[in-house]
């Protein structure tokens, strides 16, 4: 089978075999209820009071903050839509690039009363501090800053966020799905009251994630039934994901040092390339994941683009996954005041533990090929 | 040769069919797109396999594909179906009428929508499980906004009369929801005749992996919905979340295995279940819970009389059985469900619950016969009341002293 050269693990990443491997017998002879009283059942509690330690130690938190979900969506819903039912209506903040799924449970507690304000950021990505002082000053309960951008890659001070705002007594939450396994992810040292980490962008499975949330803030559960979860998440839990999550969070540990540094090298030779080409890079001067690079080619319309690169044999995006059947440029670059014209021609490269120098090489050949090839056509069609 | 404990708790969860997990691994190695991805082949072939996957889910009850939602579970598919069309309907009436007998998740779902001002009626059930039209059609009020019943208790096993329920509520214009996580693959669901508006489904009870589920929501006529998890706009905006593709995969070839097999395979079971009944029932003093007619063919609940009930389940750990729903075994708290029939604490107690399913064997059901046979003899061999009983005391009037 015609594999395509994978560049896109920001939307989601290739199992890590040693996942699959601890996964397996969860399919298989493994497959209890865990909350069944009987040995099958047993085994699966067992189980997953495991992976949550894991999951815990990962992130540094201790293994009763952490509540598993179906994902990271879901993770962010329960935090914004669970605290804030815990609360008389007052503002809820968030940083004007936060994924839809964060924005969106945030716009729906509008429905009950709350305020939603946006803090705007520069034109690198990062959180206007004038911008976010402003908000602070209204007095926000909620507030909710990812940890890294899923388009632009960028970092954001969330320790130094998080204290502002815990010193103005607001609850703080952060999106750190795209950050876990590439920078380091301690939620004691963030400081924040909730935090959003999702397995399939680690080389986890697909459909299991986990809010990790501060005892000290009441939430209201969205899925009401059995009980699981201390209540806060009811419904049969997935034991072979969670398990999966588990391993893949100890791997994501482990190798991250290793990892991030030859993604860096491999980034940096990508990006060198993409500039010869005529590239603009988006946030390149922010503090930045190593894998990923956001840019584009002035003129050339990134769907096209993405499209040629994969007929080339190179799986790439030209806007966050979830949104990207969305004709509307990238909403993170029009927040960063990029003209629509330009967010039009974006192309994201998300690199991955498993790309090698030859993948950026034929890339960067593809690229230029199908540059060249368009440029033909253009000149013929005017 | 048997394996020990033998597995009869298919109502709690099943094994994954070999076949289902086959289907899946390609999902779990390199086709590992995310469906949503528009922009390279891995995305496509992911969103092709959940497509394929729908097909399938919908070809088991006779639905249209578009007309089915993936959720994490049956569990988010209660939630979702219940405060969906609570919320969406709140406008024409705020009362909502369910089942004493009910799953937790749709128990629990209601009372929260009550502490948010709806008012809700949680009907009794009769002494055989099943629901008395008459009490539903004195319950409805025209406020009612929701009726939610299940299809298959998962204690009892008992199947309610849906098609009727459908017909009073769609005459009514009451949006009907049923909860299905335990009737796939058990009886079958034609969503072209039943008038039922919303129907949960779960993979992890029909042989597919758990944390995948589906909700069906009806197009003609068109039901409609409030999401309960807003993001990126997955599932036409009704489930948002990036979706999973190899639990979809394993969940639509679970329920095409069902489609293709449940004929033969209920017919295997219910001799297998018949044959445990009538081993078991020639155990003196042993009631069965719930209609036996209207009922799935896996599932066997039995009280047995005169034995105490954590006593009975550390006898017989050689097989794996419920004493109450899954869910809430953990508690020592008499099963409600069993409440409902109006089984006393001590019959409630005693009860255990046989859900037999596609890997159980004519040997492991002699076994369990025997097994329940020689231990009950010997627990009321050391039970007083059961001495008093062979004495002919009716015990219901005996005074008991206080100490």
């Known amino acids: 089978m015609f594999a395509p050269v994978y560049l896109d693990h920001n939307a989601t990443t290739p199992l890590d075999p040693l996942v699959r491997e601890a996964m397996l017998p969860w399919l298989g002879a493994r497959f209890g209820n865990a909350s069944s009283r009987h040995e099958y059942g047993r085994a699966a509690r067992k189980a997953i009071d495991e992976a949550r330690s894991r999951v815990a130690a990962a992130v540094n938190a201790h293994p009763t903050e952490v509540i598993f979900t179906s994902g990271g969506s879901e993770a962010n819903n329960l935090f914004i839509k669970g605290a804030a039912a815990m609360m008389k209506p007052g503002l809820v903040a968030l940083s004007a690039i936060e994924h839809p799924c964060v924005r969106e449970p945030a716009r729906q507690l509008m429905r009950s009363g709350w305020c939603c304000e946006e803090i705007a950021v520069d034109g690198s990505g990062r959180i206007d501090p004038q911008a976010f002082d402003r908000v602070l000053a209204d007095k926000p309960r909620i507030v909710s800053v990812m940890l890294a951008n899923n388009e632009t890659g960028v970092i954001q001070d969330v320790e130094v966020l998080a204290g502002a705002i815990r010193k103005r007594g607001g609850w703080m939450h952060c999106d750190a799905v795209q950050a876990l396994g590439k920078i380091p992810v301690d939620f004691r040292a963030l400081g924040v009251h909730g935090l959003t980490l999702s397995a399939h962008k680690i080389h986890g499975p697909l459909g299991v994630g986990a809010l990790i949330v501060d005892k000290r803030v009441e939430l209201a559960p969205l899925v009401a039934g059995g009980g699981q979860e201390r209540s806060l998440r009811s419904g049969t839990e997935n034991v072979m994901a969670i398990v999966g999550f588990a391993t893949a969070c100890d791997v994501a540990v482990t190798m991250r040092n290793e990892r991030s540094a030859h993604l860096a090298v491999l980034r940096d030779a990508l990006e060198r390339g993409l500039t010869a080409l005529g590239a603009r890079l988006f946030s390149a001067e922010a503090p930045r994941l190593p894998n990923t690079s956001f840019f584009a080619i002035p003129g050339v319309d990134g769907d096209t683009l993405v499209g040629r690169l994969d007929r080339a044999g190179f799986a790439v995006a030209s806007g966050s996954a979830c949104s990207s059947a969305d004709p509307e440029p990238s909403h993170t670059l029009l927040s960063m005041g990029v003209d629509p014209e330009l967010a039009r021609a974006a192309v994201r490269v998300s690199l991955g533990a498993g790309n090698t120098r030859q993948d950026v090489d034929g890339f960067l050949a593809a690229l230029g090929e199908s540059l060249a090839s368009l440029r033909t056509m253009t000149a013929v069609a005017v | ?403």
């Open chain 2, 1 to 403: 040769m048997l394996k020990f404990p033998i597995y009869l708790d298919y109502s709690a969860t099943t094994p994954v069919d070999p076949r289902v997990a086959e289907k899946m691994i390609p999902y779990l190695t390199e086709l590992f797109g995310n469906p949503a991805s528009r922009s390279h082949s891995y995305g496509w072939t992911a969103e092709k396999a959940v497509e394929e996957a729908r097909e399938e889910v919908a070809a088991l009850v006779n639905a249209d594909a578009k007309e089915i939602i993936w959720t994490s579970g049956a569990t988010e598919s209660n939630n979702l179906a219940i405060k969906g069309a609570a919320h969406f309907y709140s406008g024409k009436g705020k009362h909502i009428i369910t089942l004493k007998t009910e799953h937790k998740a749709v128990l629990d779902t209601v009372r929260e929508l009550e502490r948010q001002g709806f008012e809700a009626t949680y009907l009794d059930v009769q002494e055989n499980g099943l629901l008395d039209l008459e009490v539903l059609k004195a319950a409805i009020r025209p406020d009612t906004v929701v009726v939610s019943v299940m299809f298959v208790n998962n204690e009892v096993g008992v199947i309610q009369p849906i098609a009727e329920i459908g017909e009073l509520c769609r005459e009514k214009g009451i949006i009907f929801h049923v909860d299905a996580a335990q009737a796939t693959g058990k009886v079958a669901i034609d969503l072209a005749t039943l008038k039922v508006d919303l129907m949960s489904f779960s993979a992890h009870k029909t042989y597919g992996p758990k944390g995948i589920g589906a909700l069906y929501v009806r197009r003609k006529p068109r039901v409609r919905l409030e999401a309960q998890m807003h993001g990126g706009g997955h599932e036409r905006g009704l489930r948002s979340g990036t979706l999973a593709t190899h639990q979809i995969v394993g969940m639509g070839e679970a329920f095409r295995l069902a489609r293709l097999e449940m004929a033969e395979e209920n017919a295997r079971v219910l001799a297998l279940r018949d044959r445990l009944l009538a081993g078991l029932t020639t155990i003196e003093e042993t009631f069965v819970n719930g209609d036996l007619a209207n009922r799935v063919p896996h599932n066997l609940n039995i009280s047995f009389a005169y034995v105490e009930g954590e006593s009975l389940i550390m006898a017989i750990k050689d097989i794996a059985v419920s004493s109450g729903s899954a869910c809430t075994s953990a508690s020592l708290e008499p099963s409600y469900v069993l409440r409902a029939l109006g089984r006393n604490d001590e019959l409630a107690h005693s009860s255990i619950r046989f859900t037999i399913g596609r890997f159980t064997t004519v040997e492991e059901v002699d076994y369990t016969i025997d097994l329940l046979r020689r231990k009950i003899g010997k627990l009321r061999e050391l039970s007083p009341l059961w001495d008093m009983f062979k004495e002919g005391i009716d015990l219901d009037t005996v005074q008991w002293a206080a100490h």
